[in-house]
């Protein structure tokens, strides 16, 4: 935190602004307030101007090579699990996942799009060797990934946030919407963030609704891809968190897991 009150000055007061990496915080001097990150996502300048982001107010290079940004300190609050369904939520996602912009700036940045083949390779080099993991239900589970392998393929891509847990969104005091936290984004299929936001916060049966409301069609073949993506992250984040030792959150994944036993078993 030192070289945080080097760069801003004995002015300022800096505290830790909560979350788990421990490199966010906040600095308030009089009337003023800034969140600090340390080396946040690059395209950091082009989500704010598309207030996608709160305002970034400038960005610095520590003599160690760390990068500092500061944005706006948002006053506002989370949104509710419940507002997850709301058209705002389906009209930002829809703005994010069409703007060329960040995908231009991405692309730029040498990100190569991640293709379900290399997810699958990846889940499964993560689950070879693990004894402690449910085998039958993994087996099951990498049978339907290898089974619908080719139908998820798509030319589609777009920067997905990866990361749209509720806690993610946050509403201004203006009333505007931002999206915050993209430390995770890649290019990829946007079913990857339609599966974990709509899995998780919408009833199926107001899928075909709010899928409306972002601008797509919901036919067989986005069903399946919505469908392949959340089962691929729930076999994710059941082995990782099993891995590291949270059995509660480990278990979350493997329930959902078991929730597509019947699709699995298929």
Request: glycine share 4%.
């Amino acid at each position: 935190m030192s070289e945080l009150e080097h760069v801003l000055g004995s002015e300022w007061s800096i505290s830790p602004a909560g979350g788990t990496s421990g490199e966010a915080f906040l600095a308030e001097k009089q009337n003023e307030k800034l969140f600090l990150k340390r080396n946040s996502s690059p395209f950091l300048a082009v989500l704010s101007a598309e207030g996608i982001v709160p305002k970034l107010v400038w960005t610095k290079r520590l003599e160690n090579g760390d990068v500092i940004t500061a944005q706006r300190w948002l006053e506002g609050r989370v949104l509710s699990k419940e507002e997850m369904k709301e058209d705002k939520v389906a009209k930002l996602l829809s703005k994010i996942h069409h703007s060329s912009e960040i995908l231009h700036l991405f692309m730029r940045m040498g990100k190569k799009p991640l293709e379900p083949a290399n997810l699958l390779v990846r889940l499964i080099n993560q689950y070879r060797g693990n004894k402690r993991v449910d085998q039958a239900l993994i087996a099951h589970a990498l049978e339907f990934l290898h089974k619908h392998l080719e139908q998820v393929k798509t030319q589609e891509k777009v920067v997905c946030h990866s990361d749209l847990n509720h806690e993610n969104w946050m509403q201004g005091e203006d009333d505007h919407l931002y999206l915050i936290d993209w430390d995770q984004a890649v290019i990829a299929d946007p079913a990857i963030d339609l599966s974990m936001l709509l899995y998780q916060y919408v009833p199926s049966s107001e899928w075909e609704d709010w899928l409306n409301m972002y601008g797509a069609e919901y036919d067989h073949n986005l069903h399946l891809r919505i469908q392949w993506y959340m089962i691929a992250l729930s076999l994710s984040y059941y082995i990782r968190y099993l891995e590291k030792g949270d059995y509660e959150y480990s278990l979350k994944w493997k329930n959902r897991l078991m929730q597509h036993k019947m699709v699995i078993y298929s």
